[in-house]
């Protein structure tokens, strides 16, 4: 690339049958990365807060699998996007704590009501869930166990560090480290 090809526009140029990127494009292309990695790590502080969120609002909740499920869907006007549909099992009760009128069964859990309870609540974030544990071009299948047990002293706070929930509920994923000190 020749020095004159070398301006602050971000451009490609091709030159002998190769793309060659400017400093400007390839700068560009560098922020982008990093923003996009910032992101993905603020997607799982998202999922930790709501994922706390939820054992908050039920506190007779001591865990369950969520089953992410993903695919590509494409509209009338021919753009493809990624659908995600999360599904609920496996829901556990906490020894001792009241159950709620919704999900009690005789003083017992209904599994299919505490099930219909909670994708309800997680109907409208699944995609963002979702966007926490997987790529944007991925559509693979996930299924997250979630304890209460690995947040419970997170959950006794006035206030809860999404990314500090999330790297304990999920301490083995790439983006579970704090990205910062909690507030």
Request: hydrophobic share 45%.
């Amino acid at each position: 690339m020749s020095a004159d090809q070398n301006f602050a526009t971000p451009t490609y140029f091709l030159s002998g049958g190769k793309f060659l990127l400017n400093d400007a494009g390839q700068k560009v292309n560098s922020e982008y990365e990093h923003a996009a990695a910032e992101k993905r790590k603020l997607d799982a502080t998202w999922a930790g807060a709501l994922l706390a969120r939820l054992f908050i609002d039920h506190p007779w909740l001591a865990g369950m699998t969520i089953e992410l499920r993903a695919s590509a869907v494409t509209d009338d006007d021919g753009v493809t996007f990624r659908s995600v549909v999360a599904s609920v099992s496996d829901v556990i009760h906490v020894d001792g704590v009241p159950l709620a009128e919704s999900v009690d069964a005789a003083g017992n859990l209904c599994q299919d009501r505490a099930t219909d309870l909670l994708e309800n609540v997680l109907q409208d974030n699944d995609a963002d869930l979702y966007a926490s544990f997987a790529e944007p071009h991925e559509y693979d299948d996930i299924d997250l166990i979630v304890r209460r047990d690995a947040i419970a002293e997170l959950l006794q706070g006035e206030q809860i560090d999404g990314s500090v929930a999330f790297a304990l509920l999920f301490s083995d994923h790439v983006h579970a480290a704090p990205s910062g000190p909690s507030a």
